[in-house]
C-alpha cells in the first residue's frame, strides 16, 4: 500500500490550494442534496471527491492528466480525507477524462447533480448538457461563466457562496441584490465570448449557485 506520506507529498507537488477547496465544497456539500458531479477543467483538485460520492473529472491539461494517472495515490488520498472528516462511506468514485470539455465527454445527458465552472471558461456553453433539471451549477465569476448562465433561460439563481477568513457559506436571501452591472450594458452571449471575461456587479459573491430549471 501506498504510504501517507508519500500521498501527502504526491498532492503537494500539484495543490494550488491547499485545504481551501475541502471548505468551499463541504458548503456545498452542506446545502446540496447531490450524489453525481461533474468538473470540467479541474486540473488537479480532487476536493469534491472528500465530500460527494461519485465526481467524473475531465482537463486537457498533461499535469491533470499525469496526476490522475497515479490512481492509487489519488484513491488513498481522497479515501483518507473522506475518513477525516467523518463521512459515513470513505470509498470516492473517481473517474478523469483527458479531453477538452468542449467535445463529447462519456456521459449520458443530465446524468449530473453538479456541474463545476471554476476558473476554466464557459463550462456552462458546453456541458449544460449533462446536468439533469433541478440540478445546480456551481460558477465563479471569474472567465464570464456566471454572467453567461444569468442570461441562460434554462438557469435561475438559486443561491450566492460568499467567502471570509477562509470559510464559505452559502445564501439564498436578497439574491435580487446579485448579478446588478456596475455600469448598465447589454449582456448577450456574443459579447461575453468576446470578452472572455466575467462582468463587474455591484455585488461580487465568491460564486454562485445556479438551478437548471428547463
Request: charged share 25%; net charge negative.
Amino acid at each position: 500500500m501506498t504510504s501517507p506520506n508519500r500521498v501527502a507529498d504526491f498532492y503537494a507537488e500539484y495543490d494550488r490550494h491547499p485545504g481551501d477547496r475541502v471548505r468551499l465544497f463541504a458548503a456545498i456539500a452542506n446545502h446540496l442534496d447531490a450524489v453525481q458531479v461533474l468538473y470540467p477543467g479541474s486540473y488537479v483538485d480532487i476536493a469534491p471527491s472528500v465530500w460527494f460520492e461519485t465526481v467524473v473529472y475531465a482537463d486537457l491539461d498533461r499535469r491533470a492528466a499525469k496526476f490522475f494517472a497515479n490512481e492509487d495515490q489519488v484513491q488513498v488520498l481522497v479515501d483518507a480525507k473522506r475518513a477525516a472528516g467523518g463521512h459515513a462511506d470513505p470509498i470516492a468514485d473517481i473517474s478523469f477524462h483527458h479531453l477538452d470539455y468542449r467535445e463529447q465527454l462519456p456521459l449520458e445527458d443530465e446524468s449530473t447533480d453538479l456541474l463545476i465552472s471554476l476558473y476554466a471558461g464557459f463550462i456552462s456553453e458546453h456541458c449544460t448538457r449533462y446536468l439533469r433539471i433541478g440540478g445546480h451549477l456551481l460558477v465563479n465569476p471569474s472567465h464570464g461563466d456566471a454572467a453567461m448562465a444569468s442570461i441562460n433561460p434554462s438557469y435561475e439563481l438559486s443561491a450566492v457562496v460568499t467567502a471570509r477568513s477562509g470559510d464559505y457559506a452559502v445564501r439564498t436571501d436578497g439574491l435580487d441584490g446579485y448579478l446588478v452591472p456596475k455600469k448598465p450594458q447589454a449582456i448577450t452571449r456574443e459579447r461575453l465570448l468576446e470578452l472572455g471575461r466575467g462582468i463587474a456587479y455591484t455585488k461580487s459573491p465568491f460564486a454562485y449557485l445556479f438551478q437548471r430549471v428547463a
